[in-house]
């Protein structure tokens, strides 16, 4: 039996275009019911209560699965091209893997576990997904430039390091003021004394967020294939066309 799928492309596009729905649809019902104050709460605080939070939890599910189907297929992808012409320890490809893979199991986490039910909990699912998150796309920024010129543009390279400096310099700050904060609430009054450590903290969050959207924006050349084939119990075939030579991911 053959079966064939045209334009891998769609992966990290509808990876990125889900995502982007998650946060903004579950941030608009949230303000909508007035359970956040619309000026920069957490992420996690436009998914705490009913009825976003059923919206958020499903939506951020599914965007850990795209997630993890899409680093694989570019672990799969980025493997066979260094096997065609070596530039890189295979080391490198697998660690970024694996942190993404965990990274994905945070954002399960978060999506699970509510921020007001079980902080610790929430929290711990949280700092996994953000820093393994922004260690995955540092190393596949560092891939990238290994791989110049002929699987990747320089231009490409420079766009996706750029989002990890990015990612990496809001992380830091990110994690350092939420955990100056002594406590945990949806909303917020400017005169209170934690008030200038949830905006710094927020606006880091969402920076770092909406970075790892854009760098899986920067995939979707990367994803042109021709052809997926599937004939009884051999391994799926993909075949790349924007590279100089057709290439199988197996």
């Known amino acids: 039996m053959l079966c064939f799928l045209r334009g891998?492309?769609?992966?990290?596009?509808?990876?990125?275009?889900?995502?982007?729905?998650?946060?903004?649809?579950?941030?608009?019902?949230?303000?909508?019911?007035?359970?956040?104050?619309?000026?920069?709460?957490?992420?996690?605080?436009?998914?705490?209560?009913?009825?976003?939070?059923?919206?958020?939890?499903?939506?951020?599910n599914f965007s850990a699965f795209l997630g993890a189907a899409t680093m694989y297929t570019r672990y799969k992808i980025v493997e066979k091209q260094n096997q065609t012409s070596y530039f890189s320890t295979p080391v490198f490809n697998l660690v970024s893997l694996v942190l993404g893979l965990v990274g994905c199991i945070g954002m399960g986490i978060v999506a699970n576990f509510q921020e007001l039910a079980v902080p610790v909990v929430h929290d711990g699912g949280a700092l996994l997904a953000f820093v393994c998150g922004v260690g995955y796309t540092l190393l596949q920024s560092i891939i990238s430039y290994k791989s110049c010129p002929q699987w990747n543009s320089m231009s490409t390279c420079h766009v996706r390091m750029a989002i990890s400096a990015v990612s990496c310099a809001a992380v830091v700050p990110m994690i350092a003021c939420a955990s100056l904060i002594s406590i945990t609430k949806l909303e917020w009054n400017p005169k209170e004394k934690d008030y200038v450590y949830h905006v710094v903290s927020a606006i880091c969050e969402w920076t770092v967020a909406f970075g790892f959207i854009f760098y899986f924006l920067t995939f979707i050349h990367d994803f042109q294939v021709g052809v997926y084939r599937f004939n009884g119990h051999e391994p799926l075939t993909i075949r790349v066309r924007r590279t100089p030579e057709n290439i199988s991911v197996t």
Do not use: C, K, Q, R
Request: aromatic share 16%; net charge negative.
């Open 8 to 60: 891998m492309a769609f992966v990290p596009f509808l990876l990125v275009t889900w995502s982007s729905a998650a946060f903004i649809i579950s941030y608009v019902v949230a303000v909508l019911s007035g359970h956040v104050n619309p000026f920069l709460p957490y992420i996690s605080d436009t998914g705490t209560t009913p009825p976003e939070s059923g919206i958020f939890g499903f939506m951020i």
